[in-house]
T-cell receptor
Framework: SQQGEEDPQALSIQEGENATMNCSYK?????LQWYRQNSGRGLVHLIL?????REKHSGRLRVTLDTSKKSSSLLITASRAADTASYFC???????????FGTGTQLKVEL | DTGVSQDPRHKITKRGQNVTFRCDPI?????LYWYRQTLGQGPEFLTY????????KSRLLSDRFSAERPKGSFSTLEIQRTEQGDSAMYLC?????????????FGEGSRLTVL
């Protein structure tokens, strides 16, 4: 079963614009991670935010976490065509044993 | 290349045949995970190993599925008597567990098509 639901399911923007993706989850978490997947490829880890953190930055990425609303957002600033991919949130729901992935947001960045 | 490798990358088989996928994790990683991903969906957890011990299996993993990780190194995922519903991308990931899950390192996946 999918723990997270990403919103929107698909997003199309112009190069240079910012892209924001949201993730909602159902149960309490230890941490939340974001991954990227290019078409037909494996997933690549982008960033991890712990349940006691509210915001984290990595390069052009900014992640926020609101545990009271059970939601997270991923912001990609100054997007590039190479950012075109699917983005998934994943939660560690306790026990530290596995990640449960959301349904993903398909991002398309057009030149 | 010291990343996670999976073999084969693509497998086409007829319904009822058995298939086996292999995953070679990053050598120092003690945890190995198998996920399944269908088109337009996120990866779904199947099973994971810590060293050679299989510690959890999803209800998705029917009796036709079996996974092993002998000697805590590479892992195999076998599907017996394949069905068309088994068509999916099978993803392997590894991580170094030291208490609390951290990032997973994924292979490129093995895409299975059952005709």
């Amino acid at each position: 079963s999918q723990q997270g639901e990403e919103d929107p399911q698909a997003l199309s923007i112009q190069e240079g614009e910012n892209a924001t993706m949201n993730c909602s989850y159902k149960t309490s978490i230890n941490n939340l991670q974001w991954y990227r997947q290019n078409s037909g490829r494996g997933l690549v880890h982008l960033i991890l935010i712990r349940s006691n953190e509210r915001e984290k930055h990595s390069g052009r990425l900014r992640v926020t976490l609101d545990t009271s609303k059970k939601s997270s957002s991923l912001l990609i600033t100054a997007s590039r065509a190479a950012d075109t991919a699917s983005y998934f949130c994943a939660t560690d729901t306790g026990g530290g044993n596995k990640l449960t992935f959301g349904t993903g947001t398909q991002l398309k960045v057009e030149l | 290349d010291t990343g996670v490798s999976q073999d084969p990358r693509h497998k086409i088989t007829k319904r009822g045949q058995n298939v086996t996928f292999r995953c070679d994790p990053i050598s120092e990683h003690n945890r190995l995970y198998w996920y399944r991903q269908t088109l337009g969906q996120g990866p779904e957890f199947l099973t994971y190993f810590q060293n050679e011990a299989q510690l959890e299996k999803s209800r998705l993993l029917s009796d036709r599925f079996s996974a092993e990780r002998p000697k805590g190194s590479f892992s195999t995922l076998e599907i017996q008597r394949t069905e068309q519903g088994d068509s999916a991308m099978y993803l392997c990931a590894s991580s170094l567990y030291t208490g609390g899950i951290r990032e997973l390192f994924f292979g490129e996946g093995s895409r299975l098509t059952v005709l």
